[in-house]
Structures are given as structure tokens and as C-alpha cells.
């Protein structure tokens, strides 16, 4: 080698070793490591997780299934719940899945071909396992969603980031949904999913609190304008949930007692679509408030306005009917705040 050509060789060495040296490369080292998830990102994947195993489950449902009540089908309620699921893991970012990572060698020298050559011949008689999933009853899928209501109902209970019970509580109502519109279709009671009774809630004073009265007030008010236009049995029935919608109100206005405002109003406006549509409308604005609620409270206080959240849902759809994919919530999953506007 001629001494030209050797200094060359040598500069272009010195050179991809100065350019790798610079850029932090070190030739033949491993990737860098998969950051940490912080706080925000270990409960967003874990809620997407949970809405996309629901969607997993409820998309392998059996179309027909012998203990099933009269109404829709298993095959239409549960591809409702599944789209659900997938719109919620959607929404969330869907489940996040770590890049591929070099594998760890273990090559046996003693072994040159190694157990796991790819050029070892493949039995055609050996079974293989199937990639098929498996196809599940009913029972089994509704036993599987009370699984993830579970899990978000303890979820519930914890310390999370700022902002985000709103999303969890609206999660929750949409698996109270399903469980017992899944119940009903296996013509069970509404066992874990019974709603709470309408009770007043002991809450801080402020903008949700005021909300709150005042879409019971609103309720109560409609509902004896609904009363007086039933009979019979309908018309008592409206009566006594008109008047127990008024007596929750009085009853946070008294825990209030030497606050300046008083949110109720004389009369609230029925529109032109009828009172029915006035009610169902406060009910779902309801849901809102009383997700906002549990946002701003802990321990007890926040338990029972996530009750009162799904009671109030289910008096909007007079049960437990699958609805959209983020109830109370205005803007999608995340760190926002729900309408918490005085009517």
C-alpha cells in the first residue's frame, strides 16, 4: 500500500470515528432505553387498555344465546358496546406498544445451529395453536365488562392527575351502561348497577354546587308540569319524582345556608319540543354537574357524586341503555372540565 493511499484510509477512519463520537453513535451499542411514563401516561394507557379489552370482548360475542330476554340481540348490543370501546381507546390514543428491542443473544457455541434454527424442518402432523378468539357467550361478556366496571370504580377512588376523574367518571357510566343493559338482556336484575336513590350531596360551595340545584330544581319544576298532564298510576309516579328532584335541591340550599344566591328560579322554559325533551335535556346536563363534582371532591364526597352521576343517567334514558362514548363530558377524554355553568 502506497503511503498516499494509507494516510487516506487512515483520515477516513479518523473521520467516522470523530462524526460518531459527535453525534453520541457508538457503533454496535444498543438503542437507548424506552423512557419512563410519567403519571398522566401510566393512567392513559391503563384506560385505554380497559376500553380497548372491551371492545375485544363484546366483538366475540355469539349472535344468539338461549337465556336472552325479549328485546335487541346480543349481536346488536354488544357490537354497539364494542364500537363504544374503540371509540373511547381512540379518543384516549390508543393502547401505546414499545418499539421492538434487539434481542438478547443466546447462542450456543456448543450448538452452532441452535434449537431454534429456521431451517429446521417443520412437522406438518404436529397441531399448531390457533390465532382464532375465542367466540364468547353472552354471560361470559357481561361477566368480563363487570370486570373493567370494577377497575374503574377502584381507579375512582385514587389520587389521579389533575383533571382527569372527569374522564374516569364518565368512563365509569358508560360500564354501568353496559352492564346492565347486558344484564337486562340476560333477564338478570340490575344487581351492582342498581341505581343509587336521589340523594342531596354535602359539596363546597361554588359554580358546580350552584349548577347542581339548579338542574334538580329545573327537574323537579318540569316534572310537575309532566304530572299534570298524566293520570293515574303515571301521573303519581311523575309526582313523587318531581318532588323528590325539589326536596334534593332545598336540601343542598339548606347545607348552603348563609351563601348570598340562591340558583333556583321561579320558572324554567320547556321549549318547543315538550316537556319530556326538557327533562331528558336537564337529566343529561345532570350527569354533567355531577361529574364536575366529583372532579373538585375526594373520599365520600366524590363516591357519592359518581352515584349520583349514574343516577341521573339513568333517569335521562329511563335505564340502563347504552348511550355515547363520553357522557357529562363536553370535549373528549383528558385534563378538561365539564360544563359546570349556572342554568
Known amino acids: 500500500m502506497t503511503i498516499r493511499r494509507a494516510l487516506a484510509t487512515l483520515t477516513a477512519g479518523v473521520a467516522i470515528a470523530a462524526l460518531s463520537a459527535g453525534c453520541g453513535v457508538r457503533i454496535g451499542s444498543p438503542p437507548a432505553p424506552i423512557p419512563s411514563p410519567d403519571a398522566v401516561e401510566q393512567l392513559r394507557q391503563l384506560l385505554a387498555r380497559n376500553a380497548t379489552g372491551v371492545a375485544d370482548v363484546t366483538s366475540r360475542v355469539e349472535a344468539t344465546s338461549a337465556n336472552a330476554a325479549e328485546g335487541p340481540g346480543p349481536a346488536d348490543l354488544f357490537g354497539l358496546v364494542s364500537d363504544i370501546g374503540s371509540e373511547q381507546a381512540g379518543d384516549l390514543g390508543g393502547v401505546w406498544t414499545p418499539p421492538p428491542r434487539p434481542a438478547t443473544d443466546t447462542h450456543d457455541p456448543a450448538d452452532p445451529a441452535g434449537s431454534g434454527d429456521p ?31 370494577t377497575e374503574l370504580a377502584d381507579l375512582a377512588e385514587q389520587d389521579l392527575p389533575e383533571g382527569w376523574i372527569s374522564t374516569v367518571g364518565s368512563m365509569l357510566v358508560t360500564r354501568q351502561a353496559m352492564v346492565g343493559a347486558g344484564r337486562d338482556l340476560l333477564g338478570l336484575d340490575c344487581g351492582p348497577v342498581c341505581p343509587a336513590p336521589l340523594a342531596p350531596v354535602n359539596l363546597n360551595d361554588g359554580a358546580t354546587k350552584d349548577s347542581i340545584i339548579a338542574h334538580l330544581d329545573a327537574i323537579g319544576y318540569l316534572g310537575e308540569i309532566a304530572a299534570a298532564q298524566a293520570d293515574g298510576e303515571e301521573q303519581e309516579a311523575l309526582a313523587a319524582r318531581a318532588a323528590d328532584h325539589r326536596a334534593a335541591a332545598r336540601t343542598m340550599i339548606a347545607a348552603a345556608a348563609g351563601t348570598d344566591a340562591d340558583p333556583r328560579r321561579p320558572a324554567y322554559a320547556i321549549g318547543a319540543d315538550g316537556v319530556d325533551t326538557a327533562i331528558r335535556l336537564r337529566q ?60
Not at 424442518?121 to 353472552?138: F, G, H, K, R, Y
Not at 343517567?313 to 363536553?330: N, Q
Open 119 to 149: 431451517t429446521d424442518p417443520v412437522d406438518p402432523t404436529e397441531p399448531t395453536e390457533s390465532t382464532e378468539p375465542a367466540v364468547l357467550s353472552p354471560e361470559a361478556a357481561v361477566a368480563e365488562l363487570t370486570a373493567s366496571l
Open 284 to 343: 343529561g346536563e345532570l350527569v354533567a354537574a355531577w361529574i364536575a363534582a366529583a372532579q373538585e371532591s375526594r373520599g365520600p364526597e366524590r363516591a357519592a357524586a359518581l352515584d349520583q352521576a349514574w343516577t341521573a343517567y339513568f333517569g335521562t334514558h329511563g335505564g340502563a341503555v347504552v348511550g355515547g362514548p363520553w357522557p357529562g363530558l363536553l370535549s373528549g377524554p383528558g385534563p378538561s372540565e365539564p360544563d359546570r355553568s349556572t342554568p
